[in-house]
């Protein structure tokens, strides 16, 4: 059974620092890309990393490009979020999800999420002061 179980999630003012950290069991990291999406209320789910789990090819949103930085931890089974510098604009709650490797291959960006088939139960970030 696939499962993925974020967390990390909490409080954090602005310009400080968070790691979220999404463990996944029931399946192969090496067959899968996994991403990271957030949503903010009355806002749409979007996606702001993604990690290729064979390769390590990295993707983001254009706007945590040089914050954000996503990695794997294949032995762990768990991948992470980084997120330096919040803005009050990251406040959302955050899921990851997984996607099959090839979907990452063939955009080489992040997937739409309807690409994504199997999501956690989401964590939430604040970011306020």
């Known amino acids: 059974q696939v499962q993925l179980v974020e967390s990390g999630g909490g409080l954090v003012q602005p310009g400080g620092s968070l790691r979220l950290s999404c463990a996944t069991s029931?399946?192969?990291?090496?067959?899968?890309?996994i991403g990271w999406f957030r949503q903010a209320p009355g806002k749409d789910r979007e996606g702001v990393a993604c990690i290729d789990g064979r390769t390590k090819s990295t993707y983001y949103k254009d706007s945590v490009k040089g914050r954000f930085t996503i990695s794997r931890d294949n032995a762990e089974k768990t991948i992470y979020l980084q997120m330096n510098s919040r803005k009050p604009g990251d406040t959302a709650v955050y899921y990851c999800a997984a996607v099959d490797r090839r979907w990452v291959q063939a955009v080489r960006a992040i997937p739409h999420r309807a690409d994504f088939g199997s999501w956690g139960q989401g964590t939430q970030v604040n970011v306020t002061s």
């Open positions: 029931g399946f192969s990291l090496e067959d899968y890309a």
